[in-house]
């Protein structure tokens, strides 16, 4: 009888029988924890690596966005079709920004930008062309003040916390809307 309860078989006695039943459910446990943490540790490492991966196309697209706008002072005298390339240019480093920025109204803000500064830079260059050189002025430093102000805030973008950049949307829009009011009072 002690031989079916305690499962003395093949001269193996109950306690070492408890011992290896032990052993191996515990094995199974363990190895179900470590596949578990170790495909947290996957998940985890690589949605942190997605993350800077996402980061460094959006600061990539920034310096192009940057790059194309910085050029408007400096060819708008070259006429329309220098600026259209150069908006084609900083619209379609936006759009690139709105793919991977985490903040959507920012990333919206700044695809406004290239047209109003593309309307602003091409009144200048018509100014230019016809010899308002006082108006050409005015409307030059109003590029060169919206851009500073624009790129010197994006190029922060890398070191500053995501919580102090949700505050650059509105204050980029009020900025792009002062702008957009005196760009009409030119145009008058």
């Known amino acids: 009888m002690d031989w079916l309860v305690c499962g003395n078989f093949a001269s193996i006695s109950c306690g070492t029988w408890i011992g290896l039943w032990s052993g191996a459910i515990g094995a199974l446990v363990a190895a179900f924890v470590g596949g578990m943490v170790a495909l947290m540790v996957v998940r985890l490492t690589n949605k942190h690596q997605s993350k800077l991966a996402a980061q460094g196309r959006v600061l990539a697209a920034l310096a192009d966005f940057q790059a194309a706008l910085s050029e408007l002072p400096r060819r708008y005298a070259e006429g329309h079709e220098a600026i259209r390339n150069l908006v084609m240019q900083a ?41 308002s050189l006082g108006v050409t002025d005015y409307a030059y430093r109003m590029l060169r003040d919206a851009l500073g102000k624009l790129i010197g805030t994006t190029q922060q973008w890398a070191r500053t916390p995501a919580r102090r950049r949700r505050k650059w949307a509105p204050q980029l829009r009020a900025l792009r809307l002062e702008l957009k009011d005196k760009v009409d009072d030119i145009l008058v």
């Open 91 to 131: 619209d379609a480093a936006s759009n690139r920004i709105i793919m991977d920025m985490d903040d959507f109204p920012l990333a919206e803000e700044l695809s406004l930008w290239p047209l109003d500064l593309g309307v602003l830079a091409k009144r200048a260059a018509e100014l230019h062309e016809g010899g």
